[in-house]
């Protein structure tokens, strides 16, 4: 089994998978990795890092996002070819994206409250009790914290407002909302996640929420495009407020 330098203890308090997928990247750059190599298994790594399992399967997580590793059940995970990954995007360069999320979310900001604001006069009764599932597994995954379910929570949270736009009965609407999560999907979503970490969890986030629901199910549609547009603009303005995410 390969044992390379690159297996520092990483100091905290940084953000432990960034720094994690960094390494692993960093070494795959300086062709101490080289494609078809297999990593080391979750409990190696998480030795030769001194860090917990779930903070190795997050990094891993982030480097599947971008191609740079694929899974294989049952075998391992592997680094991948170059002339197969979408990009080649963990790096430092990657937790610059800052000004990007942000304009995205001001963007979202706007399109979103219209797509409610339709939803909360078209939406069926079918539809509504799915958001109502949706925002009951926001809850519960919220309540396992970024490190037990960071993905997952973020993952629910944009089926949720994907639903609530598929509500609208417009497929204008669908399609811009579309094109915002997929430059984040392809582009931003390591960032996304580091983001999501460290300030989209918790009640004050689920009450922003929670008021894009109870809007929709009275069927109030200028307090669905209030409050959608409130829970957007103040997930650009938490961003634009981190220092550490610069």
């Not at 999501?196 to 009640?203: D, L, T």
């Amino acid at each position: 089994m390969q044992d390379f330098e690159i297996y520092g203890r990483i100091d905290r308090p940084r953000r432990l998978p960034d720094e994690v997928a960094v390494a692993l990247t960093k070494a795959i750059e300086g062709g101490q990795l080289q494609p078809g190599d297999r990593l080391p298994t979750e409990a190696v790594l998480s030795k030769k890092f001194g860090v917990a399992r779930t903070v190795i399967r997050e990094a891993i997580s982030l480097l599947k996002y971008d191609g740079v590793v694929d899974s294989r059940r049952g075998v391992g995970t592997f680094i991948t070819e170059i002339t197969n990954r979408s990009a080649f995007r963990i790096s430092p360069g990657c937790f610059e994206k800052r000004k990007q999320i942000i304009k995205l979310l001001q963007l979202r900001a706007e399109v979103q409250a219209g797509a409610s604001a339709l939803a909360a006069g078209t939406r069926t009764t079918a539809q509504m009790q799915a958001l109502e599932d949706l925002f009951a597994e926001i809850e519960r995954l919220d309540a396992l914290g970024p490190d037990g379910a960071l993905e997952q929570r973020v993952d629910t949270e944009l089926e949720f407002y994907r639903r609530i736009t598929e509500a609208s009965d417009n497929e204008y609407y669908v399609e811009v909302i579309g094109m915002i999560e997929g430059n984040i999907q392809s582009n931003l979503r390591s960032a996304f996640l580091k983001n999501a970490a460290a300030s989209e969890f918790g009640p004050s986030i689920l009450d922003e929420h929670r008021a894009v629901r109870d809007a929709l199910a009275i069927q109030d549609a200028s307090l669905a495009r209030s409050a959608t547009r409130l829970r957007f603009e103040r997930a650009a303005e938490r961003l634009a407020a981190r220092e550490d995410f610069l």
